[in-house]
């Protein structure tokens, strides 16, 4: 009995060896919000926007980030003039309410090249708003291109236009919702009263 406790420990340390630590991954999923509501006083137009969820591979570090580009005074002046921009984070609530239109697994240093753009985008030389032509679907391009993906073309007012558009682009990234939890087969057994032969 000793024995086989020992050699179970035994293949249980050897399968842990081998198995190794369980790789860290970041999932970047890119989303339009479809705007036109009001909430807290506020009108919410539409939007595109990332957000990066997992743990970077090499230090174990969780990653919950989420990031778009919108003007930091809406108005109607932006139908006229430039603005200054600013790169916003959106709670939880509204990434929640948006539709995810890509998904993808980066590497760390895939990611790191992402935030590195968004930082890019915050600093005085990127953050010029521009309505028409430098608004959230620049940024998120810019942002996919540098996640590896090819961009439909822009610039474009119209974030789910634009995202589906680029989705085509990467069949391999399009958004799937989670596959749902398959129940075990049914087995069918034998009827315990034999049948009797169909005449």
């Known amino acids: 009995m000793i024995g086989a406790v020992r050699r179970a420990g035994w293949l249980g340390l050897a399968l842990a060896l081998i198995a190794g630590p369980a790789m860290a991954e970041v999932v970047l999923t890119f989303y339009a919000h479809p705007g036109a509501r009001v909430r807290d006083g506020n009108l919410l137009f539409p939007h595109a926007y990332?957000?990066?969820?997992?743990?970077?591979?090499?230090?174990?570090?969780?990653?919950?980030?989420?990031?778009?580009?919108?003007?930091?005074?809406?108005?109607?002046?932006?139908?006229?003039?430039?603005?200054?921009?600013?790169?916003?984070?959106?709670?939880?609530?509204?990434?929640?309410?948006?539709?995810?239109?890509?998904?993808?697994?980066?590497?760390?240093?895939?990611?790191?090249?992402?935030?590195?753009?968004?930082?890019?985008?915050?600093?005085?030389?990127?953050s010029v708003y521009d309505l028409r032509r430098r608004n959230c679907i620049s940024f998120i391009a810019d942002l996919a291109r540098a996640a590896g993906l090819r961009t439909a073309a822009e610039p474009s007012m119209k974030p789910g236009t634009f995202l589906e558009a680029t989705a085509v682009l990467n069949p391999r990234a399009v958004w799937r919702p989670d596959e749902p939890e398959m129940s075990p087969p049914e087995i069918e057994t034998e009827p315990l009263i034999p049948r009797s032969p169909a005449n």
């Not at 957000?51 to 570090?61: K, M, R």
């Not at 948006?98 to 005085?124: H, M, N």
């Open 50 to 126: 990332v957000q990066a969820t997992g743990a970077l591979d090499d230090t174990g570090e969780p990653v919950d980030w989420a990031a778009g580009f919108t003007a930091k005074n809406p108005g109607p002046q932006l139908l006229f003039a430039r603005g200054d921009g600013v790169v916003a984070n959106p709670d939880a609530r509204y990434v929640g309410e948006g539709k995810p239109y890509l998904r993808l697994t980066v590497s760390d240093a895939d990611y790191r090249a992402v935030r590195a753009r968004a930082d890019w985008w915050a600093s005085p030389e990127g």
